[in-house]
């Protein structure tokens, strides 16, 4: 039998496209549900929750990326928490909510979050809680179940069951409640 899947919902906020010439600012996540190989099992996406915003780790930013979180680089750069403690507390994190279940990182789309997740995990700690492949794009995942394009997805798009009553805000740890909700949804919805 497989190994227990915890499912973490993970929302980053960043100045710019890619990490290393630019900064995560923020990353929020939250533990969305369970499946134990033949049961998925949601959670309250309130319930185990991290957060932290973070000191940029370069002087380059993207001012339009940076305006989306609303977050001031200047007192970021003075109270924001250092990026290598901020991954070694989330990879912490992670492995305590885990348990014995292998944690799966989940966004909508994964892609820009898991890049920044990734790269700073792999950047600070030396390795990611999350393997190098254990991740799930919401996206994708109802794309292939619900037999739509990829093309043609978008929050928009989807039938409003699935959705989150929550409001997008880009405070990476809303966003990652949303998520949440979302995910539990998806996994739990018959097309």
Sequence with gaps: MAKA????SVDVEADGPIPGPYSMISLGACVA???????FTAEDPQARTFYRELKPISPEFVPEALAVSGLDRDQLAADGADPAEAMRDFSAWVREVSGGASAVFTAYPASFDWMFTY?????????????????LDMKTYFAARWDRPISGVAKGTMPKHLLSKRRHTHNALDDAIEQGEMFANLMTARP
């Design 33 to 39: 549900g369970r499946h134990d190989g033949g049961v």
């Design 119 to 135: 790269w700073y995990a792999i950047r600070f700690t030396g390795s990611s809680p999350f393997g190098h492949s254990r991740c």
């Design 5 to 8: 899947s915890i499912y973490i």
